[in-house]
């Protein structure tokens, strides 16, 4: 864990360790010896800095060696066997990403509510809208977070859409040896699927759409929290003061202060986040022959530091969210000294009316079709 | 067109041009007119020099002013009431997105087909599978192929999934000058999307993930086909010899040189377009406001650049795919003299059985599950 | 050119253009010629769009042709003779690169005088200093500007140690046709540097770090002038006014806004940059054999895209500094009414005296230190 | 450590990991309160997992406090007066960056002893040089070295120009607490550099050149290092076989192969290292105020991961060129059964002579110009 290197990473937990990663590893080493009907006990728990992963260019070899020298007999003999490097490597950090993303889902849930209720309540509350860092025209903070929300399911979307594919290819994605130990490829791979709660997949060796899927997918989530919170950064700065993080971060010198910490946090993510993306494209790019010599090595920590600050972000965002203030004196304020009205002077001189009372437009309408747009998602994950 | 510095380039056509960029804001101020009722000739053919774009920042303040002087009377008077900036160049740039997109989803479907059938053609032709650059055991080149139509498939997935929302919110996303003209704003952002070939949306102002979608699935494009560049340059080394493109490129010194230039052209886009499409994520994280100063400009170019390339990509992925050369001489022979039989024969002696005649595992399966996806999507693409 | 894509870019008149690259590539063919002893005519100038450049990868075997066409006797027969395309190619790219970097180390000049006499006029001014958006201690504007020449003057100096190698070495590094030829090698190469205005240099066909350099230093420029637009964007927000850009542009359906244009478009070039020059990093990586299949081809564009921008955006700086206006009124007001004497009542209490009249520290010998630099800065470059 | 995520991450150290990021901090701390004059006995070795650093969005605060427990008397109540978190968080890296980068400096020189004696014992080795992955002309296996040495010179040229600047400047770069407190601060700031080994400086708080050009040399490294894994993969792919790596690694399933694991890694590293330096410019270009809201924190990790990677590579690198095995009897049969005559033969007709014996060209001239190169630049370090 780097906590202070990348303040609030201990909120990532074990998702996508050292740890974590050898332990999924081995997971699909017993799943295989089970499928193989090889009877064993439980295997080792093993200290990662103890597997040996640099000498073959990934830690299966490594750790395989240690199972050989650890099981007994049949066990020890047929462990791996039919199995290659990638398969249980592609294998063991799909069933990581699973549970990472599916942590990330559940902070999007969350949000949702918060958002959708937030919007609710601020549906009426008028502020001025800003564009190109002026003032425009007058909006409602309830269409602000509407808009928060939209980008928040916009997220979710394509999250849900994510699948995490077995890795059963064999040495060159032929399935050659799983068919010279007389078994059937597909039936068991389907069966490593379910047992590892993945799902059924061809080979994917050299077509990595499903690592990079996850990639863009994570980085959809880090744009969007990153906009609110450059949102909320922008408002809370004290002469705008329309929002403030409900407890922000204290100085080493200035004892005055309170900085929107969880903002910040956030923000940084979502800035190093669509490089790692990037790389993840780059590697796939580079995929070649029936395994990358260094593309497919250049995935694993990229994707995980990726996804697992995604996690962290996801529950900062969430934090952010939950604990908002918002000043809706200040913002009545700012909206009443702000020049803002020579747009609907202009259209109702254009349309031979006088300006109606108010400008607001369609907010109310916009709102609520996000809001239905939000029960709906919510009502969709929760029957899935 | 760049031609020159990026080769290939003229296969772009008009393709998110500065020039079919300004006709698209024509078109939008066009359908708007119409929408609005107001009669008008065609609205004149401008040459994209004389627009001013920069004093506003964006090109849309400068195309009005030119509009009003060269329309009359009422269409004068009303072209642009009602919208802003953005939702003209953002319904333009996607009208020019969706009709560059449709033109890379016609090449990954010739692509789909010419890969069938070499699939088909090369189920059996035997060949060495190479991982980590060194010989492992026995495939096909059909398999390989396959390999390369799943990429081309997951591709084409993401592409078909792709939506192109008409942008429709006026000053700052609330539709109030809409509203104070006495319009339906539900009603016209449809019948606007009608018009346009656009889908209908709520306003996405500062909710970047319909152009960060496209960038991502761009990108999924030129993956797909990198690899297979990849594999290409390989495998038309002289001393592999098993593969080469159905010209070649000539040297403007060694005139006995055959290059691969098509996959070199085709290589060169993939290890661009990553970075082009982090840059659509970095505007996009960094939204902000009803109005992004800075993220919102940078994305216009980045995105017309990164799908024009797609296009042109796509067009000499296609043209390398059918002109491919097989050499299943060269195939069978590297194999003949390969040491690859290590794995079966510890396979078999595990098994406790003879090596059978061959090791191609579930090489057959593989490729027709995979031809079999391939006529699912096309007949499904057919249907749409 | 893209101005209505890439808002401004007509700035960049002439640089980087395919246009301007034929002209240099022909250039090179007639240093060439000289150098051979060749006599010839002017060479003809030619329509970028007739020169084919696909077939062969690059574009020097079409310009070949065409100049072998219209040559006459021992210059057609002479032309391009003991060169490579890559030759022709990196050569000319440096030659553009050159006066590109040439025309922003001049706009860097301007603004460092610019930003000099603005620190020095405003080293008294004072405000609030802001950090993590929330007020903190007292400035002075001119302490702040002092930063920004800081920036700038690093910028200047990574420009500044840039250099452009003349690339010469034929087919594939050896110079062997040059030798073939009975000329003397390192004295051709020498008598092209001088004739181009290049650096002499060993073949650097695949050791990149010529071209990465370039794209660094220009990063490095828009990474600095993006800081100040931050600045600029920031504390030109209605509710700052702290400083104004000096013209501002109009918005297409609210009269009243003046937005601050040129910020926007600066912050825009330093989004979308780094993500260039990594572009090139990419391909310096990818580099092999004695000539890149695809990494080299990436590299034209994306370098000749940054560094025209990068001529683009420092010109919008220039600008922007030249006609920043500065509310010294609204700086006073707003640090009147924080609450920013936190740390000076820590510290005075811990030194054990009552806190002095003021607390802008070092202010003063930092801004002239700055400013001493500034003019050692200027003076070496007018001496250079 | 992510030893599995990254094979071979152990060779790191202890370079850059929170423990040590955790103790240059605390250097930071008892250098400052040593030039306060304020006696205090070791200061305490912390679990950096007690050091809470998410609340003020980085560790200072949460380190302070701790240190403020366990101190006793003036200790405690002068510890971190008169600096800003920014302050201990930037020279602490600092530090741990200056020692990472001279780590990878020794490698760098070990690099270039090593490809110097190859270079020579190898200047004479004919081998065919390859152009776009075809057959070019001849060259020796000595000249394609000197190219690789050209590399890691460049790499080193920019590794050694780098500076480690000192930071302080108080709350906002002022340093007024400084001031306050009655200190000289040009002397303090001098006296602080010097105890922490760093170079002097004002405060950069946010002029972040020197975080951006660190990571554009460490770039610069895997630069070099990844085009010469890439040569080495192709050589030593079996159907060339020209070079192979010393000892190779193993396969989990594949008894007969030998990978080339090490040239595998440092590919790796170089084509994750580029987007890593371009978050580290688009934080510098996100810079703003007197200290940035997230661009700084993204920096940290990014650096750190960056440089430690780079340490990696660098010794994986000095491994792969100290146990390169060269195959001159490959090369001479390949060149042999090569048809790379044509340029020849082309200049001697028009030169009009017999083709020489030979066609190294200068091949022989350049590699004693760079192996001149290398000695100085290794007496340029010695005398340093």
Redesign the interface.
Known sequence: ????????D??GGDH?T?AS??QAMVAVEAAWLDLLGIGHGPLPDLD??T?S?????????GL?AILRERLDGDAA??V??????QD?VDSALMVLLRDAVSAVGRELRTQVGLLADLAEAHRATPMV???????????SFG??VA?WL??VL??DD?LM?LSFPVQLG?????????????LD??AVRDRLADTLGLAPS????????PV??IG?AA??C???W??I???V??L?????GEVSEGEG?????????????L?????????????????L???????????????W??E???V??LVRRTVVAGS?ATDLMGGLRVHADRMAA?LDA???G???R???E??GHE??GH?????D??ID??LDRARRSLKREEDA
Request: net charge neutral; no cysteine; glycine share 8%.
């Open positions: 864990m780097a906590d202070l290197l990348w303040p609030g201990a909120r996508l050292d990663f050898l990662p800095t597997v992963s640099e000498g073959a260019g990934n830690p299966v070899p395989v003999r047929w791996h066997r039919g199995l290659t490097s249980v809208a800003r564009t190109l860092t002026q003032h425009a025209v007058p909006t269409l602000k808009g939209t980008a916009d997220a394509d859409s064999g040495a060159a994605g032929t399935l050659a040896a799983v068919v010279e130990l007389g490829p597909a061809l080979p994917w060796h050299t077509s990595r759409a990079t899927r863009d980085v959809g880090t744009d969007a990153g906009r919170a450059n949102d950064l922008t809370s700065r004290p002469e705008i971060g204290g100085s080493s010198t200035m004892p005055h202060k309170r900085n929107p910490a903002s910040i946090l956030v923000r940084r993510a979502a800035l190093a986040a669509p490089q790692l993306a990037a790389t494209h780059v590697a796939a790019a580079d995929s070649a022959d029936e395994r990358a010599a260094g593309a090595h250049a694993w920590a990229t995980a530091t900062q700012t702000a020049d803002v020579s747009e609907q202009s259209m109702a254009l349309a300006p109606r400008f607001r437009g369609a907010s309408e916009i079709a996000v």
